[in-house]
């Protein structure tokens, strides 16, 4: 089967030729229908943090199981399912107190190690998976609890964006910080996530959200998600200024969906007192974040927040039902369609701020 190979960092993807073994005990083999391009795969290209070499990325895919190994019952070939980068164990402190996201046992849901590698090139040597999924191919071999199954209305191509960019931007808003009815947002970052972020603040009734990016394209999809005002950070050199005059004063809850200690900082400054700031962006290892200490006297906090603090096999069905419904924009959030062999170029538009999402077909 084909799929995009990071051979080294920096690096661009090289599609190839791999070979994908049949479905251990637990494991689920999909034939992948649609898959999303999230930033994180770019920070990883672009060499900002480190993965073990080979891998095939990807982590936002939707798909069609083609065959289960031993002891799977959750899911049957036919099954419709959207992989999800939090594979849970179900048995770790973090799983067993509400937390599945946070699992941290990741080697119950992987192969032992010394067990014959899940993806080979043709001479036998082993493929890694980004996030243990490796998307950007046409066929995944995952463990079961990092997938859920979905209805067969919800069409496939979009279904992906929820694995990851929807599930996380919703999430930090809706999950992470909790944003209450009739309270002052503000997204800082409008990309798949920073969308995502916008449409959860939406749904849970806040008053105003304030969307703010460099690129009036992604301003003006921002206001079909649901922002009420825009601030272009092209345009000044004062973006908390701006936010503080558009919502008298501050924000009750601001979220960071870039991945800059500058914008992180911006986020924290924006804050009425008692505000939440949260951090969604993955800042650069080797970056530090600094605050005012004197800000805590006005009860600000500060956050992060990973995959939305997802329980994904119920929150993943709910986000369908409202897709379905038409609360939830996922249509508007897809800006093109590729094919495998053009994820380079997709991930330029990404670089270049021309896109809110693009989507790789497999047909
Ligand atoms: N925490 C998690 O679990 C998690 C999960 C997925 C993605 N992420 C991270 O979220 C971030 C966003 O991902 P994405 O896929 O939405 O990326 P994206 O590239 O689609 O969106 C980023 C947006 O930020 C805008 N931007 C860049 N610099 C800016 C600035 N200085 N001021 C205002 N706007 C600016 C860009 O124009 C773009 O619209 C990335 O860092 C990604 O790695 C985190
Ligand atoms: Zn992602
Ligand atoms: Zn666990």
Redesign the pocket.
């Known amino acids: 089967m084909r799929a995009a190979v990071l051979t080294e960092q920096p690096g661009e993807l090289a599609i190839e030729e791999l070979s994908i073994d049949r479905p251990g005990p637990g494991e689920v083999l999909i034939q992948t229908v649609g898959a999303g391009l999230?930033?994180?795969d770019l920070?990883f290209m672009e060499g900002l943090f480190r993965t073990a070499l080979p891998v095939v990325m990807g982590h936002e895919s939707a798909g069609i199981v083609q065959a289960v190994g031993d002891g799977v019952d959750y899911v049957e070939p036919g099954d419709h399912v959207v992989a999800c980068l939090s594979i849970f164990c179900g048995s770790c402190p973090q799983c067993l107190s509400g937390h599945p996201s946070r699992c941290a046992n990741p080697q119950a849901t992987s192969r032992a190690k010394g067990s014959p590698p899940r993806l080979t090139r043709a001479d036998g040597s082993p493929v890694d998976q980004f996030a243990r999924l490796g998307g950007f191919a046409e066929e995944m071999l995952i463990h079961e609890n990092g997938l859920v199954k979905v209805t067969e209305d919800m069409p496939l191509d979009r279904a992906c964006l929820i694995g990851?960019?929807v599930t996380?931007g919703f999430g930090a808003a809706v999950r992470t910080a909790n944003v209450q009815v009739g309270t002052t947002v503000c997204v800082?970052?409008?990309?798949?996530?920073?969308l995502s972020a916008i449409q959860g603040a939406r749904i849970a009734g806040a008053n105003r959200i304030v969307a703010?990016?460099?690129?009036t394209a992604?301003l003006e999809t921002a206001q079909r998600m649901g922002a009420t005002h825009v601030v272009d950070?092209s345009a000044t050199d004062d973006?908390v200024g701006a936010v503080r005059d558009l919502t008298g004063g501050g924000v009750d809850y601001a979220f960071e969906?870039?991945?800059?200690s500058?914008?992180v900082r911006q986020a924290f400054d924006m804050l009425v007192p008692g505000g939440v700031a949260t951090v969604?962006?993955?800042v650069p290892s080797k970056d530090e974040v600094t605050l005012r200490g004197i800000d805590f006297l006005s009860e600000k906090k500060l956050q992060g927040?990973?995959?939305?603090s997802n329980q994904f096999r119920t929150d993943i069905p709910r986000m369908i039902d409202m897709y379905l419904d038409g609360r939830l924009l996922l249509d508007e959030m897809v800006s093109a369609r590729i094919e495998l062999d053009a994820v380079n170029q997709g991930y330029e538009m990404?670089r270049n701020?021309e896109v809110?999402?693009t989507v790789i077909t497999f047909e």
């Open positions: 999230c930033h994180s920070h990851c960019g996380t800082i970052g409008a990309g798949g996530i920073g703010v990016d460099l690129s992604k950070a973006v969906a870039i991945g800059r500058t914008t969604i962006g993955m927040s990973a995959m939305g990404m701020g809110a999402r």
